[in-house]
Structure formats: C-alpha cells, structure tokens
C-alpha cells in the first residue's frame, strides 16, 4: 500500500527548465534506469536537494535576516534624527 502525501491538498507550484539536448537525453536514460517518470525523479532530485540544503531552515533565516535589516533602518533612522548621519 502507497502512504499518503502528507501534502495532499496543499497548493502547488511549476517549475520549469530548458535543457540542452544531450542533457534531457542522459535525464531520460537516467529515469528509464531507475524505472520512473520524469515528473516523479525531478520531485525526488529536488526533495534531496531541500533535504541536504546547508542551511536547512531558509525560512528561519530570511526571516532572521529581514529582522536584521530592520534593526538597521532603525538604527539609521535614529542617527538621522539626532543629526548623526554616519555611514551606518
């Protein structure tokens, strides 16, 4: 029995490419090996992808990024009131 997609349901979104011809040629043989369609190997090479991301949290560190930048406006904006316009 097949698990359920723990997704199912969820919004989906495209994702597109160009290859060159030798490329999509050793792709296919590459999918016709492992016994797949190409929809299912791209989900696959891109859930690996995500799995093995260096920073595995990348909505945590835009977020904290975001944070960041913000503070710095801030800090900007208060030099600029004081009449302190530092390169900041």
Partial sequence: M???N????EERRVISTKLYRPEFVNFMKL???ENKSVHAK???M?????KYYPNKD????KKEDQEKS?????????LEIKGETENV
Avoid: A, M, P, V
């Fill in 42 to 44: 791209l989900r696959e």
């Fill in 6 to 9: 723990s997704l199912r349901g």
């Fill in 2 to 4: 097949k698990e359920k």
């Fill in 58 to 61: 990348i909505f945590t560190k």
């Fill in 70 to 78: 913000e503070e710095k406006l801030k800090q900007k904006f208060k």
């Fill in 31 to 33: 999918c016709e090996d």
């Fill in 46 to 50: 891109i859930k690996d992808e995500i």
